[in-house]
């Protein structure tokens, strides 16, 4: 008699997790169905990761402009990041000082952080300049009001955010990675458009998705996976905190090779492609023309909030035709990005299934077992 899949505590979910991570990847497994729809996983994975280390909230040239601002959260923590009067990026808590209401909301250009509620305005570095009617108590100092500052660091281009004070820097953190991708100068790269999307599945299984290239022929068969030769993938072990793999591919578009105004790639690197998962959400394809990337916050176990966006190289953002280049990319991007969903969300569907049962990974999943490993490291006993 078939034994159906009972709900478990979250002690044996990490326990399952992490014997599945003690294999060698030869013998491994993809992640046990119930760590993707477990509410109590979910809850401890945002308490144990995403409350914990560097989250990316965007690529810096998002925020070109003094003025400029982007929001996010950490956990409950509303954040806002922008762009100060001395043209640093700096991240502030966006909770008013006063009744504490949350100040910004999505992204734009302000001269001032002006609550909504209250109207009580801070400048841009968090310093209190007006409080209307505050005047009358005598007690008030417009002095004492500065907002919170939240730890902020740039890498490569990309912004990242923390309320742990204890982390390493991101630059320590990633000196590995930058080592490997480096000589593409990701941080010239401009982006051009940015989305937010909520889609129906677990963060992981997005994440996941993203980080192999195994899926390519069959999900984007009408898209890029004509154009991908899995016998040229290569997926070499993963990092402590990021995994990555190579493909060098015929392009799907003419930028996805090097420009030909780019003169620090050289060889094989002019056509050769990047997929990078920094953990825990943050998820790159460079190219040596393009970039496009995802950010990944969970909402509960069976939905993710996405923020996508993309653009190119300065070498491509400066050709006389810039405007048909980004219209083919985004173009591309979206039926990419309609196909993923579709598979993504069925991957949901079927880790709910009582007789769902996880099955051996393919030699091109090595970036997933290392992403399990790097969640079962994290979540620790519970």
Same mark, same amino acid.
């Given at each position: 008699m078939t034994q159906l899949n009972s709900p478990k505590p979250v002690?044996?979910?990490?326990?399952?997790?992490?014997?599945?991570?003690? &294999?060698?990847?030869?013998?491994?497994?993809? /992640? $046990? #169905?119930? @760590?993707?729809?477990?509410?109590?996983?979910?809850? &401890?994975?945002?308490?144990? %990761?995403?409350?914990? +280390?560097?989250l990316c909230v965007g690529h810096v040239s998002r925020l070109p402009n003094v003025g400029d601002y982007l929001t996010s959260t950490i956990g409950d923590q509303p954040v806002? @990041?922008?762009?100060?009067?001395?043209?640093? %990026?700096?991240?502030?808590?966006? @909770?008013?000082?006063?009744r504490m209401s949350e100040l910004l909301q999505g992204t734009g250009n302000v001269s001032s952080i002006v609550c909504p509620y209250h109207a009580w305005g801070y400048n841009l570095e968090g310093q209190l300049r007006g409080a209307p009617q /505050?005047? +009358?108590?005598?007690?008030?100092? *417009?002095?004492?009001?500065?907002?919170?500052?939240v730890r902020c !660091? !740039?890498?490569?281009?990309?912004?990242?955010?923390?309320?742990?004070e204890a982390l390493p820097p991101v630059k320590e953190q990633l000196a590995a990675l930058a080592d490997l991708v480096g000589h593409y100068h990701m941080e010239s790269y401009?982006?051009?458009?940015? !989305?937010?999307?909520?889609?129906?599945?677990?963060? *992981?299984? &997005?994440?996941?998705?993203? /980080?192999?290239?195994?899926?390519? #022929? %069959? @999900?984007? *068969?009408?898209?890029?996976? $004509?154009?991908?030769?899995?016998? !040229?993938?290569?997926?070499?072990?993963?990092? $402590?905190?990021?995994?990555?793999?190579?493909?060098? *591919?015929?392009a799907t578009l003419a930028i996805g090779?090097?420009?030909?105004?780019?003169?620090?790639?050289?060889?094989?690197?002019?056509?050769?492609?990047?997929?990078?998962?920094?953990? #825990?959400?943050?998820? %790159?394809?460079?190219t040596p023309g393009y970039f496009w990337y995802l950010v990944l916050q969970p909402r509960g176990a069976d939905q993710v909030s996405i923020s996508f966006g993309g653009g190119m190289a300065p070498e491509y953002i400066n050709d006389p035709k810039a405007a048909e280049y980004l219209s083919a990319l985004k173009d591309m991007l979206d039926v990419v990005n309609a196909e993923d969903r579709t598979g993504v969300e069925a991957v949901m569907r079927g880790v709910r299934a009582p007789l769902a049962k996880a099955g051996q990974l393919s030699h091109l999943e090595r970036p997933l077992y290392d992403f399990a490993r790097y969640i079962s490291e994290q979540v620790g006993s519970a």
């Open positions: 002690g044996e979910l990490v326990a399952a997790l992490r014997e599945n991570c003690d &294999l060698d990847f030869t013998n491994a497994r993809a /992640m $046990p #169905p119930e @760590v993707y729809t477990s509410a109590q996983f979910t809850d &401890l994975e945002q308490n144990n %990761i995403f409350r914990k +280390q560097w806002v @990041v922008l762009r100060d009067n001395n043209e640093h %990026i700096r991240a502030l808590s966006n @909770v008013c000082l006063h /505050m005047n +009358q108590q005598n007690g008030f100092c *417009k002095s004492h009001y500065q907002l919170p500052a !660091e !740039e890498w490569q281009g990309w912004i990242y955010i923390t309320l742990n401009v982006e051009a458009f940015h !989305e937010e999307h909520v889609w129906d599945c677990n963060w *992981k299984i &997005l994440a996941e998705n993203f /980080m192999e290239s195994y899926h390519l #022929p %069959i @999900v984007h *068969k009408a898209t890029v996976g $004509p154009h991908t030769r899995l016998s !040229e993938v290569e997926c070499p072990p993963g990092h $402590p905190t990021f995994n990555y793999h190579w493909f060098t *591919k015929e090779n090097a420009h030909p105004d780019n003169h620090h790639l050289e060889g094989h690197w002019r056509k050769t492609s990047a997929l990078i998962s920094i953990y #825990p959400s943050h998820l %790159i394809t460079l």
